[in-house]
């Protein structure tokens, strides 16, 4: 029995391991082989190549390794024609593994795509391509089941694995308690996890932190830096702009636990501070083409993925985004801002709101509470575990290995 992984992003390395790791549980003869990263092959799946390490956000970025993704593709194309492959499992990186399906159906393979590409945020055109290469969709949130079945894929909600992580995180209790305001509120500062994330967030943070510890005596600001690199620009940067704030690196999960609200990057620690239910304002800064793009070809109304897990209807029915400052009779949990210039005023002003109003701040905890309570949970991997075994024809009808394996 053989499983089949193509993994190129680093978040679904790891998601990616802990699948295997369960496959590897419940099927003790399973072999797991394919593209991902070390974490995969901490787990036991053999690698053909680490593709995490290729891991591109831009084109140009993607134009600079197309040869060796090319040949990346070829190379699997060969080992679906000499081995027996029960089953190939994608996991994001969808302009790769677009490519791998083809080149999986070619053979009759089945495909499962575990965290399926965003089409009902954008370039919703793609589902053809995804009903034609894809037989089993394993969403990760809650609407996209009805997303993707009305449109005619075979699709099953099985929850985020990010919760599984969250569920089993063990945390510094003596450094938690050390760093514990007794004097007043705590701010939490989350950049990014990007270098370039932290070049546009972390000068508008502090200097939105800056106002607020002007109004609030007391207001302690920290810093949650993803390595060293950033650990060292967010000491710059705080000493050049006079901020009084603390910076750490490597105790994310800790500073949460302190934090009594939070200003953080759009992304997926949207899910680990919903985790923590701690009240957060969002903000991410694009380019001038970008926000025009977006206006054009964004389709759901927010950019913070718990927003559209609380969301009743995520169709974007303006071509703006949510905006703090107008509302609506529902308001987001996580006011968000979408922008192509600084706004530490407007980032301030959300904040400074909870601030002066201890009800209000309560009032988005149990917001948070009630979304937490409905959809974070841990057993996501062992669902897409169970759903690979029980959804995979094992031996495969196929011929058998055409090589010694």
């Known amino acids: 029995m053989r499983i089949f992984f193509s993994v190129g ?19 003790p003869g399973i072999e797991c082989v394919g593209y991902g990263g070390p974490k995969m092959a901490d787990a ?15 084109l140009a970025g993607a134009l600079r390794n197309l040869k ?29 593994n677009w490519w791998m399906a083809r080149k999986a159906k070619k053979h009759g393979i089945p495909v499962f795509y575990y965290g399926v590409p965003q089409m009902w945020a954008w370039a919703p055109w793609r589902i053809g391509k995804l009903r034609r290469l894809v037989d ?14 009305k449109r005619g894929c075979r699709a099953t909600y099985i929850g985020h694995p990010y919760f599984d992580q969250l569920f089993n995180q063990e945390y510094d209790e003596p450094f938690i308690e050390s760093h514990r305001s007794s004097s007043g509120r705590t701010l939490l500062l ?31 600001v920290l810093v949650a830096c993803y390595n060293q690199k950033h650990l060292q620009t967010a000491k710059h940067l705080a000493a050049e702009k006079e901020c ?46 970008e926000m025009l793009l977006q206006s054009i070809f964004l389709r759901c109304k927010y950019i913070t993925l718990v927003n559209l897990i609380a969301s009743r209807d995520i169709r974007r029915t303006r071509f703006r985004v949510y905006r703090p400052e107008d509302p609506g009779p529902n308001p987001a949990p996580m006011p968000e801002f979408l922008t192509r210039r600084d706004c530490p005023d407007r980032l301030a002003r959300t904040l400074d709101n909870w601030l002066q109003d201890p009800a209000r701040l309560q009032r988005n905890i149990d917001q948070l509470d009630s979304i937490a309570e409905q959809y974070v949970s841990p057993g996501a991997t062992a669902r897409a575990a169970e759903y690979l075994l029980a959804h995979v024809e094992f031996p495969n009808t196929r011929d058998g290995d055409r090589t010694a394996a």
């Open 190 to 220: 989350l950049p990014g996890s990007r270098d370039m994330e932290v070049e546009k967030h972390l000068g508008m943070m502090l200097e939105a932190s800056n106002r607020l510890q002007t109004r609030h005596l007391g207001l302690k």
């Open 136 to 149: 089993h969709v394993l969403c990760k949130l809650p609407f996209e089941v009805d997303w993707f079945s």
């Open 44 to 58: 036991g799946c053999h690698l053909l190549y680490d593709l995490t390490q290729l891991a591109v956000m831009f």
């Open 244 to 289: 009084d704030v603390d910076c750490f690196v490597d105790r994310t999960p800790e500073l949460m636990r302190v934090a009594d609200l939070c200003l953080a990057c759009s992304g997926s620690v949207s899910l680990e501070l919903l985790f923590h239910r701690k009240p957060t304002v969002i903000v991410y800064k694009i380019k001038r083409l």
């Open 9 to 27: 992003e680093p978040s679904g390395d790891l998601h990616a391991a802990n699948l295997v790791k369960h496959l590897r549980q419940k099927q």
């Open 68 to 96: 060796k993704f090319l040949g990346l593709i070829r190379e699997a194309d060969r080992y679906f024609a000499s081995h027996r492959v029960d089953a190939v499992v994608l996991i994001d990186f969808s302009g790769f």
